[in-house]
């Protein structure tokens, strides 16, 4: 049985095969989807505040013509009884043919897999990793840059809370089983990219200085993960350390394109929106297709 819980467990060919199916998949939603999950059923389990990533799975599953059960709010589940994830696990397993899961706690999703009889995709286990979305973010690249992806060099530049910012995380590990991708890490010090994430050939900084702008094919900015900061003192010290206006979009090169995993909070100003840089729209989109793969994948269905 198949399970995402890591960019770990990738490599260059399944990640090739990933990007292609959710190309398919893409032709598919054009035509307003399929019925290959038909009598399947997703069970989402979102233990910490989503948007994009719940919505994108169920629309993924309900365009692969199955249904979705969800349980959204930590404060109507048993697990504020006391009831232990493995227990909620396997309850869920006997309901559902796979599990998406969001939760606060880094290791979750694999704890969970543990005692799934189902296929459990992470959807983002507390400061850990967020493997679909890193797998839609690097969809986004192949899709933005289709004629240099894996030929051409391309600069990719990481903005904001390294440290915490688990979508990172999972990019970069992803990014590391292709050629010609130079990865450069810009943050504060205190929140770097943790060591275990990091390679030999990286760079880092921590001045979002013009040449740092300019030379970047790709920058991908993040949020201040607040949640995870020990108080809100701490937070206010990085709150708004890096912000993209229109004046530093426009010092990127007019090919490059500006990545977001959204939300954003004051780091990305509406103006910027319209520039041709702006790209977080059109990779928010790309969850669909992803995920549809990955469902697909999961139940064997392709
Ligand atoms: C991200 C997450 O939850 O890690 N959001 C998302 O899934 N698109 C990023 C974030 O919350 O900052």
Do not use: W
């Not at 880092?204 to 094919?217: R, T």
């Not at 790209?279 to 793969?293: D, I, K, L, S, T």
């Amino acid at each position: 049985m198949e399970h995402i819980l890591s960019a770990q467990q990738f490599d260059k060919a399944s990640l090739l095969e990933t990007l292609d199916q959710a190309s398919k998949m893409d032709k598919i939603l054009a035509k307003g989807g399929s019925d290959i999950a038909r009598g399947k059923i997703l069970g989402a389990l979102f233990y910490e505040p989503s948007t994009r990533t719940r919505l994108s799975f169920e629309t993924a599953m309900l365009r692969l013509g199955g249904n979705v059960i969800s349980e959204t709010d930590v404060h109507f589940s048993s697990i504020t009884k006391g009831e232990v994830l493995p227990d909620t696990i396997r309850m869920v397993s006997g309901y559902a043919d796979i599990i998406a899961m969001r939760s606060k706690n880094k290791g979750d999703a694999a704890l969970a897999a543990e005692y799934s009889s189902v296929p459990v995709l992470n959807a983002g286990d507390g400061a850990g990793e967020h493997p679909t979305q890193g797998l839609l973010d690097l969809y986004t690249i192949y899709k933005e840059f289709p004629n240099k992806f894996d030929k051409e060099p391309l600069n990719v530049t990481f903005v904001g809370d390294l440290k915490y910012g688990r979508t990172v995380h999972s990019l970069c590990t992803l990014l590391r089983n292709f050629e010609g991708f130079k990865l450069n890490f810009i943050a504060p010090d205190a929140l770097q990219l943790p060591e275990k994430y990091r390679e030999s050939q990286d760079s880092f900084g921590e001045d979002l200085s013009s040449s740092v702008l300019q030379e970047a094919d790709i920058i991908y900015d993040t949020r201040i993960q607040s949640e995870r900061f020990e108080s809100q003192a701490e937070y206010e010290k990085y709150k708004g350390v890096y912000v993209f206006d229109a004046g530093k979009v426009n010092q990127m090169k007019s090919s490059a394109i500006l990545m977001h995993p959204l939300p954003r909070v004051n780091e990305i100003t509406q103006e910027v929106d319209t520039l041709p840089q702006a790209a977080y729209f059109r990779q928010a989109r790309n969850g669909v297709p992803v995920r549809m793969a990955l469902i697909a994948q999961c139940l064997g269905l392709v």
